[in-house]
Each structure stands twice: as C-alpha cells, then as structure tokens.
C-alpha cells in the first residue's frame, strides 16, 4: 500500500480516482475548497492555494513529501507541476511540459493533431475576423470557445450574425477560437499511455452531459474510435492517463478536445474492467501489466446522481 497524492479532490477527476484507489493506498486528497466533498474518500485531506497563486507549488510539493506517487486533476495546475517536475520527491503522473501546454491550448492540439494526420474540426483564432471571414471559413453554426478553458465553461453555438455580435461585447476575440460545428454523437475515451505509446483505450458513448461532465454514459467497442483517441494522444506526447474527445458527423469522427489529465468520467471505465488509476501506478513504478488488465466490458451504463455527506462540524 503506498500513499497516494490527489489534487482537486473536489471535482469529478478526483473523486473518481478515489473511489478506484481507495482500500488499496492511504489516500490524501487536496482541494483549493476547504469543503470539497471528495475529502470524506481519502485518508487526510488539506486545502491548498489556487494554482494561480505563487505559494500553490510550494505547498504541493510539501504535502507531497512522504508520497509516493502524485495524480493531478486540474487544468490549471498542470503547466505548473508539469513545468517543475524534478521539485517534486515523488513520482509525478503528468506528461511533460511541452505535451501538457500543446493539449491545453485547443488551437496548437488542433495544429499540432491535423499535422500528425488526425482528423479534427477546423480550428481557426477569432481575432481578427468578422462575421463574414468565420462564416466562409468555417461555415453556419459554427462553435466558439476559450483557446484555453476546460469544460462547457463559455462556450457557445454561433447560428447567425445578432449571435456573434452578442458574444463579441462580451467576451474578448484575443482569448478565443472558433470551430466547425460537429453534430452527431459524441464520444469521450480514456487512454492509458508508457512512454507516449497507448496501452489500451476505453470509449464511452456520452448520453447526457452536465457542464461539461458525463453523467449519463455507456461503454462500447468501436476500433474506429479507439484507434483515432490513441493516435492523438500519442502525436501529443502524452503519458499516463488522458481523455480524448471525438464527435462523429456526416464525414466521420473527429477529434474535438485532448485533456491531459483524468477525466470526470473515469469511474465508468474503472467498473468497466480497466483500474486505470492503479495501472498509471504500475506504469510509473515500470511494472509489468498482463493482457487480461486491459479487458473492458462493453454495453456497460452510467447513471450519475448526487448524494449528500453530513459532517458534524467542532464547536458549532
């Protein structure tokens, strides 16, 4: 049993990771929210500073000290850690930092995967253009959304020019690209990767999604899917475990988003058969993972609710 380090115990990506985890490490979980719910899976909990403030990275690499292994769930955490890598005692499960930032920032994972040969949707900056320029670029409806931002966070569906004049007094073109509109069904697929190479891939078809997270989803096999989730990943440079986003249109599946990090929906592909969290162990420690480890049941449904946790609370 080794200790176990999870950030952003709070969101979905953490709490999944506990769950997989717990009863097989002493788990610790930190959170930038003093309440953060998942803190009732893990061992010991401690709140942390946003990863926008200085003393966040020296905290972390405090706390972490005694670990033996580190998972980051945080977007905005991980150019942090992963550009600090040799601060930390433990191992650290995050790419490096060139992968890390290449897939954050959703033009240069688009420029960076379209060269690779990976089909996506076509990703230009907003900056710069009218209405007319993204209109015969890219064609009506088309997506606009944070060039860096996890999430439905701020993202919106342009069908007409009142449209794009409403979004452009309020949020900044600088900061945003545009995207071909992909409908069709939807898919989120976690990948597991040693050294850059995928060892095996799960894709779950999402049926309903809440702010960006799925919580009504299904599992299936699809080699098309899974081959095009695992060859993005590896064009990244990726390591450990990812989520790769692909939507499947008239002209076939397309890449949307790579997120370097665990995704909310992890929980399904752990009671699927893939104990992702426990093989990224693995795989950091340079252990071997046998065939029947990377088997996953198929047709397998999700259905997510809340539930509530009651603390009686000192000197209340």
């Known amino acids: 049993m080794g200790r176990v380090l999870i950030t952003g115990i709070g969101g ?19 959170d930038a929210n ?9 061992d010991e909990f401690y709140t942390v500073p946003l990863a926008s403030r200085p003393d966040f990275l020296p905290k972390l690499i405090e706390i972490s000290s005694g670990c033996d292994v580190l998972f980051c769930t945080v977007d905005e955490e991980l150019p942090v850690v992963s550009g600090n890598l040799g601060r930390f005692a433990c191992r650290v499960l995050v790419s490096d930092h060139v992968a890390v930032e290449n897939s ?33 670029e890219l064609g009506l409806p088309f997506f606009v959304k944070p060039r860096k931002g996890r999430g439905t966070k701020d993202v ?23 995207q071909e509109y992909l409908g069709g069904e939807e898919y989120t697929v976690d990948v597991l990767l040693r050294d850059a190479r995928a060892l095996v891939s799960v ?5 309903l999604v809440d702010s960006g997270v799925s919580i009504v989803g299904i599992t299936v096999r699809d080699d098309r899917i899974s081959e095009m989730a695992e060859r993005a990943a590896e064009a990244l440079g990726l390591n ?4 790769v986003q692909i939507k499947v249109g008239r002209h076939g599946p397309k890449v949307t988003e790579v997120n370097p990090r665990p995704s909310g929906g992890l929980v399904l592909t752990v009671r699927a058969g893939v104990n992702m969290p426990e093989l990224a162990i693995r795989v950091a420690r340079g252990e071997p993972i046998s065939e029947d ?24």
């Open 203 to 207: 894709p779950r078809k999402r049926l």
């Open 104 to 136: 954050l920032d959703k033009l240069r994972c688009s420029e960076v995967l379209e060269k690779a040969g990976v089909a996506v949707p076509k990703t230009v900056e907003v900056v710069g253009k009218s209405f007319p320029d993204l209109c015969d």
């Open 12 to 30: 979905a990506a953490g709490i999944c990771l506990a769950k997989a985890l717990r009863g097989r490490h002493h788990l610790i979980g930190v």
């Open 156 to 178: 919106a569906v342009i069908r007409s020019r009142d449209d794009f004049e409403r979004w452009r007094a309020v949020f900044p073109p600088g900061d945003y690209i545009a």
């Open 34 to 42: 003093p309440h953060a719910p998942g803190q009732v899976l893990v």
């Open 240 to 243: 450990y475990i990812v989520n």
């Open 293 to 316: 480890e990377l088997r996953y049941e198929s047709g397998l449904l999700m259905l997510r609710y809340h539930e509530e946790v009651f603390r009686r609370m000192p000197g209340s």
